[in-house]
């Protein structure tokens, strides 16, 4: 019999736990440091920021953590998410490969975010938190946050850069629908955002003044916290739901995969795909090669270095031992722009530096190229950062052609593009260009950087 195009489970089926690949890490994470001070901060050094529980979740070691039966009951909404067999895109690719994919489409928000965002949602209502800030670019993070903060009565305020508030009017709608306050950045209701103000009051906001914006407005009220989409511990953590469904699907389907793939900007959706099959590597079980599929206009584990930075532009977070190219880099204005971030998760970071996973960087044009190759094959039209992973995919697939090999492939499809029209419009309209970094450009944003080397 032909094995099944989809292959679902039922919600008792979905995982009780995340799992913290720390625990299995030969080279543990090395501390953040403070900004001041240069020296290594404990984790008292988030509480004005974070809930407790997610500033623990952040340091643990634990390779267990319990999914709070709340949040697992919210989940239910849209998971178990389903994993396809992609036989019409092998076909069309004619290669012997078998190719997987997980879809987090399927989410309220149309993204894997909301599997972050409940869980942070939640725990801050256990401590008494009134109101959550965050900052967002494009909109898929403000987004799952709203919809999060509503279903646990938090008030949402979110600070959207003011071009992209202008410029992409739907995720904006979206957040208000589900309840929650979004500001134009920069605004005059922070300190931060009248400065930018004062000296540019037409100035077109940036993701560094909306995060700026964000957690002053959590640090000066105690019932204000603050929340962050990705790169951070505790979210890489909330997002191995995603792996360890996939696991016991890809069992379902008799298989287990030889390459697991997912586009990375900080690194929560690559993370949450691959870290559950990368706990066999560790345990020394099975072989697998996660690769991370990055935009080559913002190559920080391709071409960046392993270096203490700041987690944002304009320096004011601890510094993270992370693959940068420089908080200062700006990176061109692509499509993708959930993937334009300078830097990577620490933990993602470390197991790059120790040959543990692997890198891959895209062009625009192959991007795309992927993505409509993918929807008329599969039917699901990719957000460009999803097209990523699909570039990933169908390079290892050529390549298993090429050879002669059959391998098991699996992606991660973390989410739709049907807000994203607009990039797919001028993709066909002739208008994308491949940007290309040269190594002087990237000479150039490592040597603003003047944080401490890692010996
Ligand atoms: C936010 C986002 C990303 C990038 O973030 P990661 O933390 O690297 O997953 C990728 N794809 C989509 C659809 C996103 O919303």
Known sequence: MAQNRKITLTEKEIPHQW?????????????????????????EALAPLFPMALIQQEVTTDKWVDIPEEVRDVYTMWRPTPLYRARNLEKALDTPARIYYKYEGVSPSGSHKPNTAVPQAWYNKQEGVRRITTETGAGQWGSALSFACNLFGIDCEVYMVKISYQQKPYRKVMMQTWGAHVYASPTDLTEAGRKVL????????SLGIAISEAVERAAVDPDTKYALGSVLNHVLLHQTIIGQEALVQMEKAGDFPDVVIAPFGGGSNFAGIAFPFLRYKLEGKREVRCI????????????????????????????????????????????????????????????????????????????????????????????????????????????????????????????????????????????????????????????????????
């Open 292 to 455: 991370a599929a990055e935009p080559a206009s913002c190559p920080k584990l391709t071409r960046g270095v392993f270096r203490y930075d700041f987690g944002d532009t304009v320096g004011m977070t601890p510094l993270l031992p992370m693959y940068t190219l420089g908080h200062q880099f700006v990176p061109a204005p692509i499509h993708a722009g959930g993937l334009r971030y300078h830097g990577a998760g620490v933990i993602v970071s470390q197991l790059l530096k120790d040959g543990l996973i692997e890198a891959s960087a895209h062009h625009q044009l192959e991007v795309f190229e992927a993505g409509v190759r993918f929807a008329r094959a599969e039917g699901i039209i990719p957000a460009p950062e999803a097209c990523h992973g699909i570039a990933a995919a169908i390079r290892e697939a050529n390549r298993c052609k090429e050879e002669g090999v059959s391998r098991t492939i699996l992606f991660n499809l973390c989410g739709h593009g049907n807000f994203d029209m607009q990039a797919y419009d001028d993709y066909f309209a002739g208008k994308l260009v491949e940007h290309h970094l040269t190594d002087e450009d990237i000479a150039a944003a490592l040597a603003k950087l003047d944080t401490p080397e890692i010996a």
């Open 198 to 205: 004062a000296q540019d009051p037409d100035s077109p906001g």
């Open 19 to 43: 799992y913290n690949i720390v625990a299995d890490m030969p080279n543990k994470p090395l501390p953040p440091l403070h900004p001041g001070t240069g020296q290594p901060i404990g984790p």
